[in-house]
């Protein structure tokens, strides 16, 4: 899953999806589940379509068949 916010401040269910990440790691299991995300108040480097273009590789090669985005328009647009 990848996730887009502002802030960690205004970011939506973000500990769930964390707590879900640490469930997966937890038993083994890092293919069911993998959670990806940033916020633009830290100045990380935005997702552009050379990043989305590899996660997208590497995913299929692994046999992973869906991802799913949540974040501003713009960054689901990205995926699409």
């Not at 633009?40 to 997208?56: A, G, M, T, V």
Request: proline share 5%; glycine share 6%.
């Amino acid at each position: 899953m990848f996730v887009g916010f502002q802030s960690r401040k205004d970011a939506i269910a973000l500990s769930m999806l964390e707590g879900l990440q640490q469930i997966v790691n937890n038993n083994n299991c890092p293919h069911k589940f993998r959670l990806f995300f940033r916020f633009s108040d830290q100045k990380s480097p935005r997702w552009n379509d050379e990043f989305i273009k590899k996660q997208l590789e590497t995913y299929q090669k692994e046999g992973i068949g869906k991802i799913y985005v949540c974040g501003p328009p713009l960054l689901e647009e990205q995926f699409d």
